[in-house]
């Protein structure tokens, strides 16, 4: 077994700078970012869109917030990530291959889902619309797990940056469309004299509300979901495995369930501790700091339109440059050294907001730090993506991806639960230095698991 770090490679292995730029125009890039918009669609369509129509609607804060429990359908998607890598599902397994007959039928619940979500109206019942949103989250986290694995499964190890970047800008492009995107199509669609009338001073909450404008945004959304669907039928299928047939029941379960996970500790025995450490902090300064800051702008005058262009228009335009950036950089320098860069920058960011809470109402100020935050945001996700990756076993690669991506949410958004009850306690400015510490352990880690672990063994490559 190699001594070289994860997905890392030396300057003199590294590939010119030519080269390392020519993979994103390779056909399994281009694939990454059709599906990364599709895999980015329905996540904010479940919660910060579908939020800001229940208020519109009228719907209590409370119950608002209860009802983002159904993102919880991401944090486990573990729990079935062994039936998406394993199990057939005939005809679509014969048809299509098993990535893509789950991605395909995935990519049909998210639009069934959708559907649903538009036709009903949440001041007749929310009962439909909730499970109408567990189905597109439940769809959306299975398309997710399928779609990892079909990343991995589609190039070499030292692609997978470039197309972790692909991936993540389609995705970035997505929550546009799904965030903003689907307000502009909401407000084309409603009824202007209706409009108006409701939005006059001392309206009551939820006159202005027109479920038709946003059943119109939702069918608009659900058929945004044809990027993925062609991109999946026009796609080849990544080269199969021969899977031995299990004898019985228990060894299919032994297959199935337990042995994923336990090749992943026979594969880095003690180092596993250290490698699933770092999984479970690496993001910890961002998700935490995430959580207070629309409620920060809310608090430093800034207006919906001002925080709407800037951080999610021109933002997500800046996270995009920085995913392109972090998978140039790994493919040149390696992955490990990316990783700890956008580490030391996911952290140093956060202190910009301190300094912005200083500043109050100042436009030019926020565009310069979100901005910023942005930048070094996509630059540790595309690294951490490409690290991900080089962890997995091709013969798992759905089910232990599946369990890191998982594992490196539940932590930080256990954590961001209090950040609020901080916030009232000592203010933002020292909020934000305090999740810019956070970020000191994930440096450490990195650099311990720079200089420890292994490679992906050869024999988990088909």
């Known amino acids: 077994m190699s001594s070289v770090p994860p997905a890392e490679s030396t300057a ?14 390779e056909p399994a890039t281009l694939r990454m970012l059709a599906l990364g918009f599709s895999a980015g669609l329905p996540l904010l369509l479940v919660l910060g869109t579908l939020s800001f129509r229940l208020r519109e609607a009228g719907i209590d804060r409370a ?5 983002s429990w159904v993102g919880l359908a991401y944090g486990f998607k573990w729990v079935w990530a062994p039936l998406v890598d394993r199990l057939p599902l005939p005809p679509l397994t014969t048809l299509l291959g098993r990535r ?7 990519q049909g619940m998210v639009i069934a889902g959708l559907v649903g979500m538009a036709v009903n109206d949440p001041r007749q019942g929310l009962t439909p619309m909730i499970w109408c949103a567990l189905l597109v989250a439940f769809g959306s986290a299975t398309q997710d797990i399928a779609l990892d694995a079909f990343r991995i499964e589609s190039a070499e190890t030292r692609k997978q940056a470039a197309l972790a970047a692909a991936y993540q800008t389609g995705y970035r492009l997505a929550m546009i469309w799904a965030g903003a995107g689907v307000l502009w199509v909401a407000a084309w669609a409603e009824v202007a004299p209706v409009a108006a009338a409701a939005g006059a001073a001392g309206a009551a909450a939820g006159a202005a509300y027109q479920n038709g404008a946003w059943k119109t945004a939702y069918l608009v959304m659900a058929g945004s979901m044809i990027v993925g669907v062609l991109t999946v039928l026009l796609s080849p299928e ?16 032994r297959d199935v369930l337990v042995e994923p996970f336990a090749d992943f500790i026979r594969r880095y025995k003690w180092q596993a501790v250290l490698i699933l450490s770092l999984i ?3 993001r910890i300064s961002d998700v935490v700091m995430g959580i207070m800051a629309n409620p920060f702008y809310v608090d430093m005058g800034f207006t919906k339109d001002e925080v709407a262009t800037v951080s999610k228009i021109y933002g997500v335009i800046m996270t995009l440059v920085g995913a392109f950036v972090g998978g140039v950089l790994s493919m040149r320098l390696g992955v490990m050294r990316v990783l700890m860069l956008g580490a030391v920058l996911s952290a140093a960011s956060n202190l910009l907001f301190a300094w912005l809470a200083s500043r109050g109402h100042d436009l030019t100020a926020l565009i310069a730090v979100v901005s910023a935050d942005n930048l070094a945001g996509g630059i540790a996700s595309a690294a951490f993506i490409a690290y991900l990756s080089s962890l997995t076993n091709i013969s798992y690669s759905a089910t232990q991806y599946a369990l890191f ?21 000592y203010g933002y400015s020292t909020f934000f230095c305090a999740t810019a510490l956070l970020g000191v352990p994930v440096l450490v880690l990195v650099a311990l698991a720079s200089r420890t672990l292994t490679a992906r063994p050869d024999s988990g490559k088909s």
Request: charged fraction near 15%; glycine fraction near 8%; proline fraction near 8%.
């Open 63 to 67: 119950t608002i917030g209860y009802l």
């Open 405 to 425: 991506s998982s594992l490196m949410l539940l932590l930080p958004k256990f954590i961001a639960g209090y950040s609020g009850v901080f916030v009232d306690a």
């Open 280 to 282: 479970a902090i690496y």
């Open 238 to 253: 990544p080269a199969q495995r021969s899977l031995s047939a299990p004898r019985n029941a228990a060894e299919w379960l």
């Open 12 to 25: 003199a292995g590294s590939p010119p700078w030519r080269d390392a730029l020519k993979v994103y125009l």
């Open 100 to 106: 893509r007959g789950w991605l395909l039928l995935a």
